[in-house]
């Protein structure tokens, strides 16, 4: 462990590079929120004014989580207090926000209104940001191996698994991604990741150590690509960051209407699931040559992005997009420590290693492993090296599958179902519905009568309990699961013999 802290110091602590940046760039503005800005002295403020009304040392700080300042605000505030902040989604089913600030003993919650806290049991300190206090940000705990967020992870008990990200870890993440995306003061980052996982930082930390202005817009998350369009042409937005698979939709978009992005955009960023070569060679076919097409690999574990490569643009190899194609994932970025096993299994280690699972001590050694002395995370991902130091994913080592971007174990939303009282047995498992990764799950009924709704009914129960991305996108109800000879569950093998049934009314419209 030691090892791990010594390469953690060398990356600046991610709050003085902040300051450092408030005190070069006081007026610019910090973030733009519906038009509005907001300075980086008035940031400060805000930041330092949520610190003094937490209190040293805070803990677990839950921090209600939407796509305004005021969660901006939380998470530098918390950081200031030395607290660890903890992101929750309104959206989220009560008893899944109940497990996971359970799991995490938390008890305070950052608010814009006491509701959200008291349906928790929380201590409420309040969000609001009219009245800032002038004076200057506390100095921060300067030790990297001190926690600085919590953020949660697909787990096979059917609990989220609570990953605790040390300071050292995001700093020395994110002075690369300052590099990587080559950002300076006048960039205009467009805030659209979701905010309770990771990718998020990689919008807001990056932009606010660089003086460059973060932009949050309710028009980034319309679900009409020309609201999108023209917010980033009217916010002279130059960095996306974008999932994969909303690029996929936006180069279609942008293809069959024979349009191109705004002028202003310099750099798209992609990441959370593989690229499909046809948009590659579409997006290619476009007025794209000037932008940065950068595809991203990266684990929450391992703390934002690990691995990147330009795809398209002025700083890519020329590359032709066949349908077989596999769409690299990237070289590692010079923070990381990169090893591939003798199974092709892609290990990760170096200073932006999360500390483990809080409380999860077995699933944390399962997950994190020594060698020759330097502690790694096994990512589960099998890739191969090109000679250049490029690495193609070669598929996973396990059950895990990629939804919507996130990291999923069937597993979990099996746990899940199984709490259904009229579900006897289920398998869960990932397939490609309407060329998208998505989660199918069979479920066999304990009793004959509630064959007809139980499709409907494990649905229902699933959206009380937990987050839409672990609700499958079909629910077949059969009357029996493929076994393996050892007598489990084979789910790629009840898979199979039932995917040929297309009458399935659990389809997402």
Known sequence: MSNLHDA?????????????????????????????AISYRRLDQLANSLAARLGPNPGVVAVHATHTPETVVGLLGVLAAEGVYCP???????????????????RTMV??????????GLKYVES??????????????????APAYILFTSGSTGQPKPVVTPRGAISAAVHSLRGLFALTPADRVLQFASLNWDTCFEEILPTLTTGAALVLDREAHS??????????????????????????????????????????????????????????????????????????????????????????????????????????????????????????ELLIGGPG????????????????TLLDGERLFRTGDRVSS????????????????????IRVDPAEVEAHIAGHPEVTAVAVTGAVLAGRSALVAYVVPRTPGTVGTLDSDVRSYLHTRVPGHLVPSRITVVPHLVLTPSG?????????????????KGDLQ
């Open 8 to 36: 953690i110091e060398v990356a600046p602590n991610l709050l003085d590079v902040f300051r450092e940046t408030t005190l070069r760039n006081p007026d610019r503005p910090a973030i733009v929120h519906q038009g509005h």
């Open 88 to 106: 929750v989604d309104p959206a989220f089913p009560l008893p899944r926000q109940q497990a996971m600030l359970s799991a995490v003993d938390c």
């Open 111 to 120: 608010a814009a209104e006491p509701g959200p806290a008291a349906q928790l």
């Open 128 to 145: 609001d940001y009219s009245e800032p206090d002038a004076a200057e940000l506390p100095a921060a705990g300067r030790e990297p191996a």
């Open 223 to 344: 679900g009409s690509f020309p609201r999108f369009l023209r917010l980033v042409e009217r916010e002279r937005i130059t960095v996306l960051d974008l999932p994969t698979a909303f690029w996929h939709e936006l180069v279609l978009h942008l293809a069959e209407e024979g349009l191109a992005l705004p002028g202003s955009v310099r750099l798209v960023v992609i990441g959370g699931e593989a690229a499909k070569p046809a948009r590659l060679a579409d997006w290619s076919a476009l007025d794209t040559g000037r932008i940065r097409l950068v595809n991203t690999y990266g684990c929450t574990e391992t703390t934002l992005v690990t691995h990147a490569v330009d795809l398209h643009g002025p700083e890519a190899t020329p590359r032709t997009w066949a349908d077989d194609s596999r769409v690299p994932i990237g070289r590692a970025l010079p923070h990381v420590v990169e090893r591939i096993s003798e199974q092709g």
């Open 353 to 368: 290693l999360a500390l483990g699972y809080l409380g999860r001590p077995e699933a944390t050694e399962a997950a994190f």
């Open 386 to 405: 090109a000679p250049d130091g490029v690495l193609t994913h070669r598929g996973r080592l396990d059950h895990e599958v990629k939804v919507r971007g």
């Open 488 to 504: 489990k569950v084979d789910r790629a093998g009840s898979h199979q013999r039932y995917a040929a049934h297309r009458q399935v």
